[in-house]
C-alpha cells in the first residue's frame, strides 16, 4: 500500500502534472498534422527526456501518444485526410458533417468518445496487468523465447500485404539488434571494424530514421510529383445546434461506445494487431446493429463514436502485453519500450517487483492524461484546427532539424546522424516496396531479449538438442508460430488460385 501512495504522490508532483499536460497538447497538435503519427512524435522527443526523471519521461511521452490517437481525427474530419491510421474510419462520417458546417460538433464526437474508451481502457490495464504480470513470472527462458518468436511472426503482417516480406523485415530488425559485443564471449559481432559499433547500434538514431525522416521523404515526393495541396472547408457553423454536443446526443450513443471501447481493448491486449484493426472493426459493428445504416457515411455521429473510441481504447490496451510479458504490441508501445529501457528499465512482469512505486506512477500519469485529453481538446479545438493550415514549407524543415538534432543529442556524435540518414534511406525503400518497418523496429528492440533467452536455454540445456520439447508451454508457443505461418501461406496460395 505504501507504494501505492508513493507513487501516485508521484504523479501528482507539479513536475510531472506539467509534462503529462505538455505531452497531451503536444501530441494532439503533433496527430492533427497529416504524416505525422504518435510513433513518429515519441521517436523524435524521446531524446527530449533525457534529463527527466523516469515517470516525468513515461508521463511526458504516453500524454504524448494519447493526444497523438485524438489529434488524428482533426485532419480526418476537416480534411478527410487522416493525421493516423486509426482515424482512417472517423473520416468517413466526420467529414460530411464538416461539408454540412458542423465540423466543430464531429470534433466534439470524436473528443468525448476518445476520453470514453481511452479512461475505461486505462482501467482495465489498472486492474489485470499486475495479476497477469505474477502469472507470467512463472516462465521460463524457454517459454520467453517462444513467445517472442510468436510475437513477431504475427507483427510481421503490418505494414505490409506480404508475411514473408514482413518476416524478412523482423529478421533484419533481429540481425540489426545483434551488432555490438556478444553478451557471452564479448567478442565484437557484426562491428566490420567501425569502432562506434562496438557498443551497438542506438534505437533513437533508428527509431528517428524509419519513422520521421523516411516519412518527410515519402511527402515532399509527394508534394513534388503531386503537387498536393489541402485546405479546410467551412468548418464552424454560427448555430449553435451545429457546434456544440448535446448530452442527449452523446448518451444516445452508449451502446455503440461500450461496444467499441470493448473491441479496443481486446485488439489492444493482442500483439499485432493494432488500432487500425480496433477502428474499423468497431465502425463495421456499428453500422450493422444500427437501424439507421443507410445514414453511415453520410455523416452520423455514431460512426465517429464507433471509431473513436475503439482507436483510443488501444492506447492503455496495448501496454498489458508489454507490462504482462514485456512484449510491445505495435509500434507506439514499442517506442515507449525503448524509452524505458533508456531510462534503465526492463519492461516485463519483473517491473511489478523491482520498479512498484514507478508502475503506480505510471498508472497514476495514465488517469491524469486522459484527465488532460478532456480538458485541452475541450478548450483548445479551435487552436488545434488551426494545425491543418501549416505549410509544409514550414513544417518539414522543422521536422528535419529535430531529425537531426534529435539523433545527435543522445550521444553528442555524428555518427548517429549518419545512422539516422540511412535508416531513413532504408525506411523510405522499405514502405516503397512494401516491407514493414513496423516488424523490423520491433525485431531490433526485442532482438536483446530474443538472444538472451535462447542463449540461457542453450546453457541451461547443455546443447540438448530437444530442449524446446521438454516445456508444454514452449510446444504451445511453436506450435502457434508454426500455425500461423503455415496458415497465412496457404491463404495466400488460395487467393493465387
Known sequence: MEMIVAGLLDSISPTSLMFVFLGVAIGVLIGAIPGINGPMAIALFIPVTYYMSALTAIGFLIGLNKGAFFGGAVSAVLLRTPGTPEAAATAWDGYPLTQQGKGEKALRMALYSSVAGDFISTGVLIVIAAPLAAVALFMGPAEIFALISLALTVIAGIGTSSICRGLMAASLGLAIGMIGTEPVTALPRLTFDIYQLGAG???????????????ILIQLERIVLKGVSEHAPNVFSSKKEDRFLSWKEFIGNYKTLLRGTSIGIGVGAMPGLGAPVASFMSYDQAMKRSPHRDEFGKGRLEGIGASESANSAVVAASLIPLFVLGIPGNLAVAMLMGAFMIHGMQPGPLMFQENAQLMYGVYGSLVIASFFLFIIGRFGLRFFCKAVEIPASILYPVIIFTCIMGSYLGQSSMFDVMVMLIFGVIGYFMR???????????????????????????????????MFFRRPVAIVLMALTLFVIGRTFWTGVKAKV
Open 432 to 466: 516503397k516496396f512494401d516491407f514493414s518497418y513496423v516488424a523490423f523496429l520491433i525485431g531490433f528492440i526485442l532482438a536483446p531479449e530474443w538472444e538472451r533467452a535462447l542463449q540461457q536455454v542453450v546453457i541451461i540445456s547443455q546443447l540438448d538438442t530437444y
Open 201 to 215: 547500434v542506438k534505437l533513437i538514431p533508428v527509431a528517428i530514421g524509419l519513422l520521421a525522416f523516411s516519412e
